[in-house]
């Protein structure tokens, strides 16, 4: 026997499901809207650290990625030409590896020569504070640690530009 609803009982149904969503908050990850960028602190592949709190007064721009995502490699160029143009800018290009191997992370910073400030995530603490849910992924954030913008998916050169002029 096949129970058929009218729009009448589905309609409060999904009012009810939508008003309970809210409150099923089970502390789980969260894209990061736009508001303070949550800081984090990293050790990098040319040695050193990165910490997100001490680039205020300099636009970041923050880039997720992995060695085994090949979205990711179709992008690497313009952000490795993105940290050279922007250089004398005071403009941070950082990118954080997620979900790899530090082996495999390295070889792909190395193959694709970036010269920015890059590291792995290797805990997940930073993927979790951003709410990462695939790569590549990008946050803009400005001189004052505030998320401006988030892209998910590959970034092009002209919309890296044009993400990273409103921020200068």
């Known amino acids: 026997m ?4 009218g729009h009448a009982v589905l309609l409060p149904l999904l009012v009810l499901a939508l008003a309970w969503l809210p409150a099923c908050d089970d502390g789980g990850p969260r894209v990061a809207e736009k508001g303070p960028a949550p800081d ?43 940290s050279e143009v922007y250089a004398g800018k005071d403009v941070v290009v950082v990118g954080v590896a997620v979900e790899d ?27 979790k504070a951003y709410g990462i849910f695939g790569v590549p992924m990008t946050y803009f954030i400005d001189k004052q640690g505030r998320i401006n913008y988030l892209h998910a998916g590959v970034v092009s050169g002209a919309l890296l530009k044009h993400e990273l002029e409103k921020l200068l």
């Open 40 to 82: 984090f602190q990293m050790p990098l592949f040319a040695g050193g650290n990165f910490r997100l709190s001490e680039q205020q007064g300099h636009p970041v721009v923050l880039n997720f990625f992995a060695s085994w995502c090949t979205t990711c490699g179709a992008e690497a160029a313009e952000f490795q030409a993105l």
């Open 101 to 127: 191997t530090e082996t495999g992370a390295r070889a792909y910073v190395a193959e694709k020569g970036f010269t920015f400030p890059a590291g792995l995530d290797a805990e997940g603490t930073i993927k």
């Open 2 to 5: 096949v129970m058929r609803l």
